[in-house]
């Protein structure tokens, strides 16, 4: 018999404190989702109003080292520009490790609920690894239908001791290979704009690197829910991982409201470079049939750093659209509240008075 919530409460108990998760709710047996899931109708994902758009064709890392460089670094800028989001192919990362790493995903998830509650901040005091539910439970008026594992890189020595021993082996190899691929995607963006990813400047904007798995059980009610809700991320690049289920929606923006398209896996970018490349607005859908899992990397600046318009490109355009901000203070804007678009760049946009 599947369980019985009176409130909401009783439901966030379940789900949050006592680490069961929307996989133990998918799996205790429930043939429709509590209403604390039923995302209002201008949320929900409706296929049948997508538009067909253009999707740009995957990017050749590998000619960045080439004759073609320029070629490709044109390509690049405009898809960060115009859309905040591209498909990297021939980027270095081993096929074999990106299928070893979506599986041990689903392992970690389909493990019993005793395995995976020693990772809840409430159970443990582990600053490194954190496991969790929806986004932001205690502050969002809806939940996500969407299980999180956070995994934090302090150094090698602290992800092997503190990182799950189903999954720390694979994700730190992942981890490294990704990282010489966001360097160089990085060292194109930065080349466009006039300036050179030294080292000094390679340790700031990819000092600190977290790895998330985000697990998407199947959904009684897909068409009344969210995997994850509209929102824009934060940092400076940000890779991700998807498995073949798909499920990501990216909103292209044009003279109007902009809407939303389908596409497949994507690697998404964040440069807050006085709002010169865009960082897309997206959401995740639920499915009926299948779970699913997308493996996200963020790589951003240290939290104690201040961040804000590159100088260069303040003194070139002679405006600067964002103030300076100290990083940790952006984050927890973001994470005091629920997914709410691209609201998180107003903290630190600069408005006309």
């Known amino acids: 018999m599947s369980p019985i919530f009176p409130d909401r409460k009783s439901l966030l108990n379940f789900i949050v404190r006592e680490g069961n998760g929307i996989k133990g709710l998918a799996d205790s047996g429930i043939s429709k989702v509590p209403e604390e899931f039923v995302q209002p109708p201008h949320e929900r994902i409706n296929k049948l109003e997508m538009k067909r758009h253009h999707i740009p064709p995957p990017i050749d890392l590998y000619q960045l080292d080439g004759p073609n460089h320029d070629q490709i670094v044109e390509v690049l800028t405009e898809a960060a520009e115009n859309v905040g989001s591209f498909q990297l192919v021939n980027h270095g990362v081993p096929t074999q490790l990106l299928e070893r790493l979506k599986d041990t995903a689903h392992q970690f998830f389909n493990q019993p609920k005793e395995k995976k509650v020693i990772y809840l901040k409430e159970v443990r005091s582990n600053p490194f690894v954190k496991y969790s539910s929806s986004f932001a439970p205690e502050k969002e008026e809806v939940f996500e239908w969407s299980d999180h594992l956070n995994m934090t890189y302090g150094g090698d020595a602290e992800a092997l001791k503190y990182w799950p ?70 940092g400076t690049l940000i890779v991700l991982l998807q498995d073949e289920v798909g499920g990501l929606y990216v909103k292209v923006e044009d003279e109007k409201e902009g809407h939303w398209i389908e596409i497949p896996p994507i690697p998404r970018a964040l440069i807050l470079s006085n709002g010169r490349y865009k960082s897309a607005e997206h959401r995740v859908e639920t499915t009926n049939t299948q779970s699913r899992v997308s493996i996200p990397l963020f790589v951003r600046p240290q939290f104690t750093d201040r961040i804000g318009p590159l100088h260069e490109v303040v003194e070139r355009d002679g405006v600067a659209n964002y103030r300076q901000v100290i990083f940790d203070e952006y984050m927890k804007n973001k994470y005091g509240q629920g997914h709410v678009g691209k609201r998180t760049l107003d903290f630190a946009k600069i408005t006309a008075t």
Do not use: W
């Open 165 to 234: 021993q189903e999954c720390k082996e694979v994700t730190l190899d992942y981890l490294k290979a990704a990282i010489k691929m966001v360097s160089r995607t990085l060292d194109g963006l930065l080349t466009k704009l006039g300036l050179t990813l030294n080292d000094e400047a390679a340790d700031a904007y990819i000092a600190s690197k977290m790895v998330a798995i985000n697990f998407y059980p199947k959904c009684p009610n897909p068409e009344l829910t969210v995997g994850t809700g509209r929102h824009s991320d934060v």
